[in-house]
């Protein structure tokens, strides 16, 4: 008798499973009800040839492989977690401020791709999908990245080009699978020592951050073939730790941007030798700064005066008759040493003399030119060409 009720138990519930699982495949979504904004409304009715009145099976959704929404004027995309087996989401270029909770369904998705909207956070919407493996979220607002982006274990690319993002956390050393890692335009000052745990990276782009100094870490990066920090504000480094990367091809560090006066800081010495590496382009940059003096002590800096073999001087800035200097410095380059304060910026200065008799250019944006000025700036032109042609023509 026991053995009969126990039967029959089984059978209530095996029964009772299949007809939820039937009322489930049988589940019925309202397309004007399901999705209230109004442009993605429109594009899925035409992704799924439908109107606004029809509505959409579970089994239809869940035959929607991928959706590519990019530049649609979307503005929030709620009703998008029924399509369950997505693979691949584009909602570039929209309006979209956030990422709903209701999204952690699509847990099929591999890439997403929110490029420039205005989302300011990655929420668990998105925290949760850990089985993505590509993660495209330039030109947002976000600030922060959660301790949760180290579940991303099968992530292989991270582009986070253009946000505000200030640090990293120590739990990015989670992205063992990770390959292409961007984060140009940010505001990132350090980087975590874990970074050097990220085995699988070729590339990573630091461009245009704030960074101060690079981790001795960044050396573990066995398969890193791909440096770039430029336009950051580097002055400490080990520039040893390019030995221990073998496959490294390029190294950018050119236009180091400082918030002082470095009186004491380079870039590379020119005897330093690299055993055993290959690399293409190491391109450690100068960085020229250039001040006008004027004969009452009155200092100007000049942006961008250089070209070619010509400086440009404003006509506005030669508003005296005297002596006047044309300072350069140049930082950075095969001269100086980084972290050895005995080793200085070279400092150049080109004397000018401005009398009353002379005629200085009414339009304040032609070229005033000395022949003293050109010659200089020539030599200074084919000093730097000679010091780059150096760095680089020793690999």
């Not at 950051?232 to 520039?239: A, E, V």
Request: charged share 25%; proline share 2%.
């Amino acid at each position: 008798m026991k053995k009969i009720l126990l039967l029959l138990f089984v059978l209530t519930i095996s029964f009772t499973g299949l007809m939820g699982g039937s009322v489930r495949a049988k589940e019925i979504y309202s397309i004007k009800e399901i999705f209230p904004d109004q442009n993605l409304r429109t594009e899925i009715c035409l992704n799924l040839n439908k109107t606004e009145t029809d509505t959409i099976t579970t089994s239809e959704a869940e035959e929607v492989r991928s959706l590519v929404l990019n530049a649609k004027g979307i503005k929030s995309i709620e009703g998008l977690d029924i399509f369950t087996n997505l693979l691949l989401l584009d909602l570039s270029e929209n309006e979209i401020k956030e990422i709903p909770k209701d999204m952690s369904k699509l847990q099929s998705l591999r890439i997403l791709i929110i490029n420039d909207n205005q989302i300011s956070e990655l929420g668990s919407g998105i925290m949760s999908l850990t089985k993505l493996e590509v993660l495209a979220a330039n030109g947002n607002k976000i600030n922060d990245l959660p301790s949760d982006i180290g579940n991303f274990d099968k992530l292989e690319q991270l582009q986070l080009q253009g946000n505000l993002i200030t640090s990293l956390p120590k739990e990015i050393s989670g992205l063992k699978a990770l390959e292409l890692f961007i984060l140009e335009g940010n505001l990132i000052k350090e980087l975590p020592k874990g970074i050097g745990e990220l085995n699988n990276l070729t590339i990573l782009d630091m461009r245009g951050n704030r960074l101060e100094s690079i981790p001795w870490e960044i050396g573990d990066l066995s398969k890193v073939y791909f440096l770039d920090f430029s336009s950051n504000k580097i002055h400490k480094m080990d520039i040893h730790l390019f030995n221990k990367l073998d496959g490294i091809k390029a190294v950018y560090f050119f236009n180091q941007y400082y918030s002082e006066n470095i009186d004491y800081q380079g870039i590379v010495f020119q005897d330093m030798e690299f055993k055993g590496l290959d690399i293409y382009t190491l391109d450690l940059g100068f960085n020229i700064n250039q001040v006008l003096v004027k004969p009452d002590g009155t200092e100007v800096n000049i942006e961008n005066a250089i070209h070619g073999d010509f400086v440009i001087i404003s006509a506005n800035d030669l508003d005296y008759s005297g002596d006047y200097t044309l300072r350069t410095t140049l930082t950075g380059g095969t001269k100086n040493s980084f972290g050895d304060e005995e080793m200085i910026p070279s400092v150049y200065e080109q004397k000018f003399e401005i009398n009353e008799s002379k005629k200085l250019p009414e339009n304040d944006r032609i070229i005033y030119l000395y022949g003293s000025i050109g010659a200089f700036c020539l030599g200074l032109v084919l000093l730097v060409s000679t010091r780059v042609f150096k760095n680089k023509g020793g690999f």
